[in-house]
């Protein structure tokens, strides 16, 4: 390097006298990373944070099963709640039994409460059922499960799922209430039911009782309307139409068209007014087949009775009723046909349960407190003063039957048996019946009549009056015309003393003006003697002299 001007020029160094050696020092090394080595660092970190996420973010994985697989996807169909997306199907396997489908569903975190017993699973498909149209949405996006929530604090995580959705979810707040009724007719789970016509509630189960004598239904009555449902409530059937042609005329009553459609059930107090007392959640009450028959009286016990007719029963059918001067007390069970060996003839026996009960308050009241055979020995009593039942027409155009019970005075003596199982009610011919046997008997009668011998007699007598006839045309018929020509001659003599002209009208009518003139002077007279009454004793005043 060249010396710059003005620079100290150092002094040199002598070659005598050496330095000591020094120490040599390495300065401290610097280790950077190369940057490749960055990219896997940075992977692996954010795989660590999503397998951490992940972990945490895991919620409860479940199993249901399901009678198809129908329209689910291992990792695309979703699980929806209120359709928000809770979790996400995972895999389908077919169950041991290839009974069923096996669907795992990986929960979310937050949905760790569908882990739960009670909780309700289904597949939501477009469907038609009681209660609409549904799952219309699902024809774009495709099926997912819905599912509805437990209540219960108890973990679960095997579900049996279920065919088609819930009619009431969980957190819909309402009361469950049990019906009983003979048979189903056409009620289906979501049917509606109705109060005053107002669609409040729904039915959400049905089933057969244990005994299979009859249907035992579950419904659900929204909050609102739960009030109305007292211990008093009569319910029935309000499905299809109840059509009625009776004496005020023709009648159609119906709940709405849905419940024509899909049927329906009805409710109302006993006295149509608001109860007093709400009825308690799981009450159980009696279903009738109508509004009548809901708003009746209780029937009580029914008497298993029989009748025994010896005429055709076409036209009587089970079911038909049997009733007492308009009064429904029972029904027909059966109708069937008996050989009688004592008489060597069939006759008609007619199965009845007759309901005393209907008769009226004053008569429950006077069997209120006696045993079970008090009704017996009174229908014994009223069979002995001529209780009687008689085949009656109740519709003239389809020619149905029905029992009708009443007294017949004149009917036979009869006894009641109170220890025949079932009492056997005696019986009398209907009125068209009587008619035919007395149009029978007059037939019977007019047969015996001897025709042959009463035309002959007639003929006989036809022939003495043609002689007779022929007698009075020889000898009378002259005498009676000089009778006639007689008479004649006399009435022309008449003839001539009425005529206008005639002396005698002459001398009539002058006799009739001399006594109109006598008239006239009496009444003269008259009128001066009420004028002057003193005329009797002193005579007229010009005459006076």
């Known amino acids: 390097m060249p010396e710059k001007e003005g620079d100290a020029i150092p002094a040199p160094i002598a070659p005598s006298a050496a330095l000591p050696p020094q120490p040599q020092v390495e300065a401290a090394s610097r280790w950077l990373p190369s940057l490749v080595w960055l990219i896997p660092l940075l992977a692996a970190l954010i795989g660590v944070g999503l397998v951490a996420r992940s972990m945490f973010d895991e919620g409860p994985t479940v199993t249901v099963s399901f009678r198809s697989g129908e329209g689910l996807e291992p990792g695309k169909t979703k699980v929806k709640y209120k359709d928000v997306e809770i979790g996400q199907v995972h895999t389908i396997k077919l169950a041991p039994d290839l009974a069923t489908v096996l669907v795992t569903i990986d929960m979310r975190k937050d949905a760790k409460r569908f882990a739960s017993e009670g909780t309700r699973f289904w597949v939501v498909r477009p469907r038609i059922g009681a209660s609409g149209v549904s799952g219309l949405g699902t024809l774009l996006s495709g099926a997912y499960i819905g599912v509805d929530a437990g209540k219960s604090e108890e973990t679960k995580d095997d579900f049996v799922g279920l065919e088609n959705a819930p009619p009431v979810s969980g957190d819909q707040k309402g009361r469950l209430f049990k019906l009983h009724g003979d048979s189903l007719g056409s009620i289906d789970i979501g049917s509606p039911v109705y109060y005053r016509r107002v669609e409040v509630g729904q039915v959400i189960s049905f089933a057969l009782d244990k005994a299979g004598d009859g249907v035992d239904m579950t419904v659900f009555v929204n909050a609102q309307y739960e009030h109305f449902v007292g211990k008093n409530s009569r319910w029935w059937h309000a499905s299809g139409i109840d059509v009625r042609l009776d004496s005020s005329g ?206 002959a007699n007639l003929n006989g007598t036809l022939k003495t009056a043609n002689a007779l006839f022929k007698q009075l045309d020889g000898q009378l018929l002259p005498e009676m015309k000089d009778t006639l020509t007689a008479a004649k001659h006399t009435f022309g003599s008449a003839e001539l003393v009425l005529q206008k002209d005639s002396p005698l009208q002459s001398d009539v009518r002058q006799a009739l003006q001399q006594m109109t003139q006598t008239l006239q002077s009496l009444n003269g007279l008259s009128d001066y003697l009420e004028r002057h009454p003193e005329a009797l004793i002193r005579g007229k005043k010009g005459d006076e002299k």
């Open 250 to 455: 023709f009648k159609l009553n119906t709940q709405s068209l849905a419940a024509m459609a899909i049927g329906g059930l009805a409710f109302e107090a006993e006295n149509g007014q608001r109860p007093d007392q709400e009825a308690a959640p799981e009450t159980t009450f009696a279903l009738a087949a109508d509004q009548a028959s809901a708003m009746r009286e209780p029937d009580g016990a029914a008497i298993p009775t029989v009748f025994y007719f010896d005429q055709s029963l076409r036209g009587l059918a089970p079911g038909a009723s049997v009733d007492f001067r308009g009064i429904v007390l029972g029904e027909v069970r059966s109708v069937g046909v008996e050989f009688d060996p004592g008489k060597k003839s069939f006759r008609m026996p007619v199965t009845v349960d007759l309901y005393p009960g209907r008769l009226g308050k004053r008569f429950r009241e006077s069997l209120a407190g006696r045993d079970h055979s008090a009704s017996d020995d009174l229908l014994a009593a009223m069979v002995g003063r001529g209780l009687r039942a008689q085949l009656r027409t109740g519709n003239l155009l389809t020619g149905q039957l029905y029992i009708a019970l009443d007294f017949f005075p004149k009917a036979g003596p009869a006894k009641l048996d109170l220890t025949q199982t079932p009492l056997e009610v005696p019986t009398v011919p209907n009125s068209l019946e009587e008619l035919q046997i007395q149009v029978a008997s007059i037939v019977k009668k007019l047969d015996q009549v001897p025709y042959g011998e009463i035309a």
